[in-house]
């Protein structure tokens, strides 16, 4: 099978997941082309036979060029096997409001788009304290204490659960392959 895995990111998690799906779909035996959509020519997904969206939350909201590209390309999207994977700091918590808010932010993208993916999956994010300036770091660590998550703003924490990404993906693929046939 031959996919596409458009990706938007901001401090470069979503851009990690890409390639972590993207080998993962090497290893199995699937080719996959990996495009940041902030890249003029990204590529076309009529040509593909699935395509798989990853898009990260900052303020509530997702990259601005991931907006445009789902835009532009909704109808293709939408006449193939399709998934969303939507990366936040939220999406590591059990906190109910934040899971609402992470239904928000994907039903608000929808709208924004009239795209609604097959299937979403929500991926834990990473602080990156190392990278922030000081007043974002300074946000950050506040929004970690309220959330019980690491405050030591000397080094990054990934919070990523790559196993149950692999197995989203997995079952993506069979529900992906059953769907056309193959």
Not at 43 to 52: E, H
Not at 148 to 164: A, F
Request: with cysteine.
């Amino acid at each position: 099978m031959k996919l596409l895995l458009v990706y938007g990111t901001t401090e470069g998690q979503t851009q990690k997941i890409a390639r972590f799906v993207a080998d993962h779909l090497a290893r199995v035996g699937h080719q996959t082309e990996v495009v940041n959509a902030i890249d003029e020519t990204a590529a076309d997904p009529r040509k593909f036979d699935a395509v798989i969206i990853a898009a990260s939350i900052h303020a509530g909201r997702y990259q601005p060029a991931i907006i445009q590209f789902v835009s532009k390309h909704v109808a293709a999207l939408a006449a193939r096997p399709n998934a969303f994977l939507s990366v936040s700091l939220a999406a590591a918590s059990d906190d109910e409001d934040d899971v609402q808010g992470l239904r928000q932010c994907v039903s608000h993208f929808t709208q924004q788009t009239e795209w609604t993916p097959q299937r979403t999956h929500h991926v834990a994010g990473a602080f990156r304290y190392t990278s922030y300036d000081f007043l974002k770091r300074w946000a950050m660590k506040y929004i970690a204490y309220r959330k019980g998550c690491p405050t030591d703003t000397t080094r990054d924490y990934e919070l990523t659960d790559w196993e149950d990404l692999a197995r989203f993906i997995d079952s993506f693929l069979k529900e992906s392959e059953s769907s056309s046939g193959r």
